[in-house]
């Protein structure tokens, strides 16, 4: 069932949970492919009820990013869901979500600050401020959130941990093509030239994470590294490389315990980004 009005989804939702029945939400911008669905199938075992929301966020675009050409197509996205078990799509219109211009926003400071935030400076206001009214039209619920988008999972959860939300933040792995690229909606953007180059964001997160399972603890050596491969690729242009502690994403000095690496490579008007984590071997948390 697919509801363009906020009114009906939340008289639906209240309706289910009067019911005792749980709620598992998975927010997405559409044009899904099977790393959106893995969310789903992770929220369809876990909740009597699963909802999803189709919405191309204009807050989180830049001028000059591509708002106008994020690939759209909800009749495939809709058997898309009903093939993971979704039982309801939120797919509202921009004047819905947004009837007149908002005066509220919601800045999650600290986490959204580096990496993503340096290089997009509005994207994680928009998407904290979506993702609140979300969670307000949604009400108590798990929420699905993949780990693709590593900074993302951080804001959203220490939003709703700051706003005391009746929402339990549930991340999930990446899924990735079998050449090891992470599935994105964005992916459609690539030539075949810049395609056959995209493995290289997961080449330089192995060579940064066999670095780490060596003893490597100097995020700048690990970053060197990273950063040479991606210069292999002669259609890359690299915007970050980061090997940062998992939770905060700085480093503190050496790395230590659970750590992350990520990715942010620009090929042609495609911009992608991955990341992936690991344990310094022997040191503590
Ligand atoms: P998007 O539609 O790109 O905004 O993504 C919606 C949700 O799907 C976000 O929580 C993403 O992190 C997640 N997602 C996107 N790509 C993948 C992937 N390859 N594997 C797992 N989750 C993903």
């Known amino acids: 069932m697919v509801l363009g009005s906020i009114t009906e989804v939340r008289r639906m939702l209240d309706a289910h949970r009067a019911a005792g029945r749980s709620i598992g939400f998975v927010p997405t911008m559409g044009y899904l492919h099977a790393g959106h669905q893995s969310l789903m199938r992770a929220s369809v075992v876990a909740n009597d009820i699963t909802a ?4 191309v966020n204009p807050l989180q675009f830049a001028a000059g990013e591509d708002l106008g050409s994020y690939p ?6 809709t058997d898309r869901c009903a093939d993971a078990g979704v039982d309801l799509i939120f797919a509202p ?4 979500m947004y009837p007149g211009p908002m005066a509220t926003v919601v800045d999650v400071a ?9 290089f997009r400076p509005e994207h994680f206001a928009g998407v904290a401020t979506v993702v609140a009214k979300l969670f307000s039209i949604m009400g108590e619920c798990r929420a699905y959130f993949g780990e693709k ?6 804001v959203v959860t220490r939003m709703a941990a700051d706003l005391s939300m009746p929402v339990e933040v549930v991340p999930c792995p990446t899924m990735r093509e079998p050449d090891g690229l992470a599935m994105s909606s964005r992916n459609v953007y690539l030539t075949p030239d810049e395609r056959a180059e995209a493995p290289v964001l997961r ?11 060596e003893g490597e603890t100097d995020p700048a050596m690990i970053e060197a590294v ?30 230590h315990g659970e750590v992350r690496l990520l990715v942010a490579v ?8 991955d990341n992936d984590g690991g344990m310094v071997p022997g040191t503590p948390a």
């Open 52 to 55: 999803v929301s189709i919405f």
């Open 72 to 77: 759209r197509d909800l009749a495939r996205d």
């Open 93 to 96: 219109s921009v004047e819905e």
């Open 110 to 118: 600290s986490v959204a600050s580096p990496l993503e935030g340096a």
């Open 149 to 154: 988008d590593w900074q993302q999972v951080a």
């Open 203 to 213: 080449r330089a997160l192995d060579a940064g994470l066999a670095m780490i399972a």
């Open 226 to 255: 990273m950063t040479d491969t991606v210069a292999t690729a002669s259609l890359a242009a690299l915007d970050y490389v980061a090997a940062v502690q998992a939770d905060t994403l700085i480093a503190d000095g050496p790395l």
């Open 266 to 273: 620009r090929f042609g008007t495609a911009r992608l980004i």
